[in-house]
């Protein structure tokens, strides 16, 4: 039976994932017919699940879905790996986040050799970016499900009332939000962006990397301590302060969608995955009216973050066969195809190109949209944040840091050194 497991049971299930792995890691493998996979509360769940009773159909295996809030989910699936147990097979991860961490303590089971054993999954069709986000130690560590990044949606009618044109540079940014804020004698919002500290690393960086800059340097250190890495905090702080909503260091994407869909922003810097919540007919003041746009190019081009989320198998399963089973059937071209319907970006290029799914961005919305978001892959970088073991403390360092500048509280050359002197020890785990 298939089961959903919310907050108000969590902790029972993490004590049974306890109470199953001790010790050799032994545990319910189960039967080699059946699966248990953990999964985060994310459209792409809502989209496969749906579809799971197909594939028991097709291929014989039952599969056990446990469903849980992204955070909670994470310690689910932390604990169980910790225990060693064989009760999880399958489990949704962000590589970009804990891939160092959970490749080093060796819970993911390659998936190399299956996939070059399958005659047509066709790791190929996958984006470089995106197949760079699901390896670690020269190892792919799951099959990406989704593919996302920054991009700029603006109020189209907005900026023809102005009369201002759209920016495509990170010099233009701020001129054109200043003109807007002048021009609409400040009742409008020029831009919403992230400021919430552990929310902002993924729309920060695209200004770093554009910028020709890395989150660390070659030898694996800390790369703020340059006036260039400052120049990129004084502009996002800057952006974020003089031409964002009040309220904007607490802000993530909830709030700022919310503001652009409202009608109350002309600009929204954020995940192209918003483009469901900003331009729903049933809730949207603004569908059918927006634009969509590459990330600003700065002094090296227009390079926003790419983010994939992945399905992994764990090193602990006694059901590999039949998991690889269910992640190849998940992450192939026609279930992908299928997850289009439910608004899924596919992360597969021969997918993304099919009549079938580019017939249905029949608007100029969506047509930016893919457009802009086909850029995000190819040119994208995959790191969010400093990549290592200590991933969610180092984003949190970068945030707060950047914080204290939109609110007036430090300066950007502070905010930069700040930085260096927290990631350093952090970045110094990875050598462990």
């Known amino acids: 039976m298939r089961q959903k497991m919310l907050s108000a049971g969590f902790a029972l299930a993490l004590v049974g994932g306890l109470a199953v ?39 014989g295996v039952k599969v056990n879905v446990q469903t849980f809030a992204e955070q909670q989910a994470r310690d689910k699936i932390s604990l169980t790996l910790q225990s060693r147990s064989s009760s999880m097979d399958v ?3 962000l590589p970009s986040r804990e ?4 490749a080093k303590a060796g819970y993911y089971a390659p998936l190399d050799d299956y996939m070059s054993k399958s005659g047509s999954y066709d790791v190929a069709d996958f984006p470089a970016a995106v197949k760079t986000g699901m390896t670690v130690q020269d190892k792919t560590i799951a099959a990406p499900v989704n593919v996302e990044g920054v991009v700029l949606f603006y109020n189209k009618d907005l900026f023809a ?4 044109t759209p920016p495509k540079t990170l010099d233009e940014l701020p001129t054109v939000a200043a003109e807007i804020k002048r021009k609409s004698a400040g009742k409008v919002t020029p831009i919403a962006l992230r400021g919430q500290s552990a929310a902002l690393p993924f729309t920060f960086g695209p200004f770093l990397h554009s910028q020709g800059l890395e989150w660390t340097k070659p ?27 009040p309220g904007v260091a607490n802000n993530t994407f909830t709030q700022s969608s919310a503001l652009f869909a409202a009608g109350n922003a002309a600009m929204e810097l954020e995940s192209s995955n918003e483009i469901g919540s900003v331009n729903d007919p049933k809730t949207s003041k603004v569908s059918g009216k927006i634009g969509v746009l590459d990330f600003p ?18 090193s602990y399963s006694k059901n590999k066969d039949a998991a690889w089973k ?5 992450t192939g071209k026609a279930t992908q195809l299928k997850l289009t319907e439910g608004g899924i970006a596919p992360p597969r290029t021969s997918v993304a190109q099919d009549k079938s799914y580019t017939d249905t961005l029949n608007t100029d919305t969506l047509k930016e949209w893919a457009a802009a978001l086909a850029n995000v ?21 970068v945030g707060e840091a950047v914080g204290k500048v939109i609110l007036g509280q430090s300066d950007a050359d502070t905010a930069a050194k700040e930085i260096q002197t927290g990631l350093t020890p952090l970045l110094a785990k990875n050598a462990g």
């Open 21 to 59: 792995g001790c010790g050799d890691g032994g545990g319910s493998g189960g039967d080699a017919n059946e699966i248990s996979i953990v999964m985060s509360n994310h459209p792409w769940q809502k989209a496969i699940e749906p579809l799971i009773g197909e594939f028991e159909k097709s291929s």
């Open 91 to 93: 489990f949704m991860t």
């Open 99 to 102: 891939g160092l961490q959970f």
């Open 161 to 164: 009332q102005y009369g201002v």
């Open 219 to 245: 030898d694996g250190t800390p790369n703020f301590d340059t006036p260039a890495a400052a120049d990129v905090i004084n502009r996002y702080a800057t952006l974020a302060r003089d031409f964002g909503p």
């Open 297 to 314: 190019a700065g002094s090296a081009g227009s390079k926003s973050t790419v983010l994939n989320w992945g399905i992994a198998m764990s």
């Open 326 to 330: 269910f992640i190849e059937w998940a």
């Open 377 to 397: 892959q190819t040119s994208g970088s995959t790191e969010v944040g400093p990549v290592g073991v200590a991933a969610p403390e180092m984003r949190k360092v």
